[in-house]
């Protein structure tokens, strides 16, 4: 199983709907989890850290953890086009040096007007 | 207040040739990471150093690859001998040498690398 897992999508919404984007993590991750966006041709850009049980707040968006279950959420509430991005989903590694961060494959979602 | 800085945005190399890619960390930073992204994929993680060090290179491809972080400088990343494999997108991201468990690093604009 690799460490942080996403379904590719695209997951594609409406305009206005909630988008929910789910990720998956293995006994090897830590506990401190990322949410980046990423816009085609762009790099990524931070969102979000979550690390406690529970939901996380900040505009229309909220990280949800589960540590039971191993997974993590990203809700993005009143969804607009300009959400249309991929979404990758980061965590630290168990006794991993540093700051050092692994990725899932990201997901890609279409918010359709 | 700059934030990561790379340089160059875009890199066009003949196959066979050299590719070297630069990365300027946070001010304050000490701590460089790079990461790549092949098309339509996820971000891989390549190699960690921190000044004058290599942390983790356990992403790096065996040979041709080499990443270092002198005292005075940028990062550099070295692809020698390039391959239509090593088209690619590189990122690279810093941080201080003490984080929280819920910092997130900032990446730079990256270097896209096409090789032909």
């Known amino acids: 199983q690799k460490e942080v897992e996403q379904n590719s999508g695209p997951l594609s919404v409406p305009e206005g709907a909630i988008a929910s984007l789910n990720c998956t993590y293995s006994?090897?991750?830590?506990?401190?989890f990322f949410w980046y966006r990423q816009y085609s041709g762009k790099s990524p850009e931070l969102i979000m850290s979550?690390?406690?049980?529970g939901d996380k707040e900040d505009g229309r968006f909220t990280a949800q953890l589960n540590k039971a279950s191993q997974y993590v959420s990203l809700l993005i509430r009143d969804s607009q086009p300009s959400d249309s991005a991929t979404y990758l989903c980061?965590?630290?590694?168990?006794?991993?040096?540093?700051?050092?961060?692994?990725f899932g494959g990201g997901t890609r979602l279409m918010v359709k007007p | 207040n700059a934030g990561v800085m790379q340089n160059p945005r875009h890199l066009v190399r003949r196959r066979g040739q050299e590719a070297r890619l630069r990365c300027s960390p946070m001010?304050?930073?000490?701590?460089v990471y790079w990461y790549r992204q092949l098309p339509e994929e996820g971000l891989k993680f390549m190699v960690y150093?921190?000044?004058?060090?290599?942390?983790?290179e356990s992403g790096m491809p065996k040979e041709r690859f080499s990443a270092e972080f002198p005292k005075e400088g940028p990062s550099i990343l070295r692809i020698q001998q390039v391959v239509r494999g090593d088209s690619a997108a590189y990122f690279c991201?810093?941080?201080?040498?003490?984080?929280?468990?819920?910092?997130?690093?900032?990446f730079g604009s990256g270097t896209r690398l096409t090789v032909v």
């Open positions: 979550i690390y406690s049980n």
């Open positions: 150093l921190q000044k004058e060090n290599i942390i983790d």
């Open positions: 006994d090897r991750v830590s506990q401190s």
């Open positions: 980061a965590a630290r590694l168990r006794g991993g040096a540093g700051n050092m961060l692994t």
């Open positions: 991201a810093s941080s201080p040498r003490h984080t929280q468990a819920n910092y997130g690093y900032t």
């Open positions: 001010k304050g930073h000490s701590h």
